[in-house]
């Protein structure tokens, strides 16, 4: 903000505060990532690559990795 403090929404807050990841994004949107890019002609999503999109989508909302 121009006064230089930060907005935080209030639940993002308080995930923090609780010791929880704050980012809201949806584990949904690693997996549509990876569908657009498997679909670009030419290319395709490869295991370890697909395993990293998981990875990353399961930190990004605090669940275990399979």
């Not at 929404?9 to 949806?26: F, I, Q």
């Not at 990876?34 to 002609?41: D, G, L, Q, V, W």
């Amino acid at each position: 903000m121009p006064n230089g403090r930060l907005l935080w929404d209030e639940s993002e807050a308080n995930a923090l505060l609780a010791g929880r990841p704050a980012v809201t994004r949806d584990a949904a949107q690693a997996e549509e990532h990876a569908a657009r890019k498997a679909a670009e002609s030419g290319k395709r999503l490869l295991p370890h690559i697909r395993a990293k999109v998981e990875a990353k989508a399961a930190r990004l909302t605090g669940e275990a990795a399979k």
